[in-house]
């Protein structure tokens, strides 16, 4: 919900299924070991949807951001042990923004 107070009286500016925002689903799905996505789909079609948290996984989200605009020249891949996943929104010739909010 997004929602503002004003003289100590609140308002809904917007309510909504919104799954969440830089990193937030893709952290939640590889912590508790399900597809957000695919969960928040089938509640909205009506469907039960149950969840097991018997295996929780440490994970992290980390945001890459550039400091000017520009385009995407190299792109290395992280070097982590214990790393499953790497996952990039843009590729190499993508242009991208100077980083502001999560977006960017």
Known sequence: MDVIISEDQAYVLEASGR?????IPELIGR??????YEKM??????????FS???LT???????????DGIIMKQ???????????????????KVRKFSVGPD
């Not at 789909?41 to 149950?50: A, C």
């Open 53 to 55: 948290f018997d295996k």
């Open 58 to 68: 440490p994970c992290i989200g980390k945001l890459i951001i550039s400091e000017k």
């Open 31 to 36: 912590y508790y070991g399900f597809n957000y």
């Open 19 to 23: 799954c969440g925002a830089t990193c």
């Open 76 to 94: 290395d891949r992280l070097s982590m042990d214990d790393c499953t996943d790497v996952q990039f929104d843009y590729r190499v010739g993508d």
């Open 41 to 50: 789909i089938r509640v909205s079609m009506g469907e039960d949807v149950s």
